[in-house]
């Protein structure tokens, strides 16, 4: 009778080099992809101070027309100091009788937007910072 040498068999999984080169992958993957999608994020909430300030400029516009003069509060307007989401607070920092500034300064966790941390909108149409808008 013959005997057969059987090898054993190896048992299939993965080695600690390839679980590394994994890990590596899945680390250089991270490192590229957080940083992009927080920068979407902050982009996207820039959207909160761009409506409020259009919305603010629009009702400074018409309480012009009803009372000759530019409102110095968001309050006279009608408009809470916050913007809807909650990432800016929005003040006029300069109202004469025939202009006005607004002006959406980020708060936490929008103020690591430090691009676009102070955006600001004028009675003639100036936007500010021109690359947020």
């Known amino acids: 009778m013959m005997h057969h040498l059987n090898p054993t068999p190896r048992t299939r999984g993965f080695t600690l080099l390839e679980l590394m080169l994994v ?13 992009t999608y927080s920068e979407f994020v902050q982009r996207s909430r820039r959207s ?5 300030l259009g919305d603010l ?10 009372n000759k003069y530019y409102a110095s509060t968001t309050t006279v307007l009608g408009q809470p100091a916050l913007t809807d989401r ?9 109202v004469t009788t025939v202009s006005f500034t607004l002006r959406a300064t980020a708060l936490s966790p929008q103020d690591q937007d430090t691009d676009c941390a102070v955006m600001a909108v004028t009675s003639t149409g100036v936007r500010t910072p021109a690359a947020c808008w």
Do not use: K
């Open 86 to 94: 909650g990432f800016y607070n929005i003040t006029i920092p300069t």
């Open 57 to 66: 400029a629009a009702r400074q516009e018409q309480f012009f027309l009803n």
């Open 23 to 35: 890990v590596v992958v899945i680390a250089i993957l991270a490192t590229v992809a957080v940083p």
């Open 48 to 52: 909160d101070a761009r409506e409020a």
